[in-house]
Every structure is written in C-alpha cells, then in structure tokens.
C-alpha cells in the first residue's frame, strides 16, 4: 500500500473498537453498533488474488463510511448542542435564581463557569462530547482509508485484454 494508506492501516491496528450511535426515534442518541479496527484493517489491505472483487466493491465501502461518517458527525453537533442547553440553563439560574435573599449579589462569569464545571452533570455531558468526537475521528480515517485504498488502485490497476476478454492486473 502507498504511505497515506499506510499510515491509516498503522493508525487502525493501534486502535480500541468504537461504538457508532444513530438518532432514536425519541430524538436521543442511540448505540447503533461497534465498529472492530482489525475487521476495517483486513478490507483495507488490497488482494491481487481477488482484485475484480476488490475493484467492484471499493465505492459501496467509501459511500458506507461516509455515511457512517456524517452520522457520527451529527450525533456529535446533537452531544455539543445539549451540553450547551443545559450549560446555559445553569448558568441562567445562577446568575438570576428564584427566590434570592436580599443581600444576593450577582456571581461573575468565571464564578458561574466554575460553578457549572464542578457539577456532576458537566462530566457526563463532556464524556458523551468526546466519545462522540472520537467516534467521528475514528469514521473519518476509514473513510480516509478507503479513499487512499481507491487511489492506490487507480494507480496500481491496469486493464487489458487476452484473448479479446478484458481482464485487470497490477
């Protein structure tokens, strides 16, 4: 494989199983499934044995992935937008709370910030942020990996005839 393809490959073997989630019919993210790296791995190495499969399969692969792709993206604008709901909403009862005593005295910014990252709340809303961002990191580079698949086999790939039947070799 080339050294863009390479890399990837190298990237992946490195890397744990990731959960892919997708929109649930209440609105909420869901698991979907888990994505196992060395399965990615085994398809994104090139069989000369096998090469017409190879060839015919290669933009079903990369259309996958990148729906895969923009669906872990979108799950993680959904993660981010509900953590900023809910972050404002702190914030909101912090700065003007119900019910205030009259010697009350209106919290700075940075106090709210604080305030807002010791709750408990922050720490679940920021794990589900980072697994969805590393579940769309970890989409993309298959996806990348698929690309650089295709562009090796562009390259690679030649077509000709014996016997008048076309045939592809390397």
């Known amino acids: 494989m080339g050294n863009s393809a390479d890399a ?6 490195r890397m744990y199983p990731w959960k892919v989630q997708q929109v649930g019919k209440t609105g909420e993210p869901e ?7 060395d399965k990615i791995v085994q398809e994104l190495v090139i069989k000369e044995a096998n090469l017409l499969a190879e060839v015919q399969v290669i933009s079903a ?7 895969l ?7 993680w604008e959904i993660r981010e937008r509900k953590y900023r709901v809910w ?10 709370p119900t019910g205030k005593p009259k010697a009350w005295k209106k919290p700075t910014q940075a106090q709210v910030d604080q305030t807002i990252r010791t709750t408990p709340k922050y720490e679940v809303h920021y794990a589900a942020i980072e697994a969805a961002e590393e579940a769309y990191n970890a989409t993309n580079a298959v996806l990348d990996g698929f690309r650089a698949k295709r562009d090796m086999m562009k390259a690679a790939i030649i077509r000709r005839n ?3 039947a076309p045939t592809l070799g390397v």
Request: hydrophobic share 40%; charged share 20%; glycine share 4%.
């Open 8 to 13: 990837i490959v190298a990237r992946l073997q």
């Open 31 to 37: 698991d979907w499934f888990t994505v196992p790296p």
């Open 61 to 67: 692969q990369i259309m996958h992935y990148g729906r």
């Open 69 to 75: 792709t923009a669906q872990c993206k979108r799950i």
């Open 87 to 96: 972050r404002d909403g702190q914030a909101l009862a912090l700065i003007d």
């Open 162 to 164: 014996e016997n008048s």
